[in-house]
């Protein structure tokens, strides 16, 4: 919270590409790596489940678990990136309300007054 509204753009922005920039789809869907996020790293699809058989056929175990994994990472992406966003628009307002304040303090000022500040 005590960090200037520029660095923290700045960091936000760095945080946002970083992160699209570093996810290979595939990679992550496949389970090789983790989703990397400012609090941390959101753990993707795990190794593949191990296939047991209790009949005579032998069905996939894995793609539901790899694909409900993928879903959870893609969720917890999407809310760490809209908690940036969020972030981002509250220091735009912070920003935006005090360039406000400062056009009105400059159009206050008597040309007297604007003069010796420019002396200065």
Excluded: C, W
């Excluded at 972030?87 to 935006?96: F, G, I, P």
Aim: charged share 25%; aromatic share 4%.
């Amino acid at each position: 919270e005590g960090e200037a509204p520029a660095e923290r753009i700045s960091t936000d922005s760095e945080e946002i590409a970083r992160v699209l920039t570093s996810l290979d789809a595939a990679t992550v869907l496949a389970g090789e790596t983790n989703v990397p996020t400012i609090s941390g790293f959101i753990p993707t699809a795990g190794p593949p489940a191990t296939i047991v058989s209790t009949s005579s056929e032998v069905g996939p175990t894995a793609s539901p678990i790899i694909a409900r994994d993928a879903e959870v990472a893609r969720i917890h992406a999407e809310e760490e990136i809209q908690g940036m966003i969020d972030r981002l628009d509250k220091s735009n307002d912070t920003v935006a309300k005090y360039l406000q304040e400062y056009q009105q303090f400059a159009l206050d000022l008597s040309l007297e007054k604007k003069i010796e500040l420019i002396s200065n």
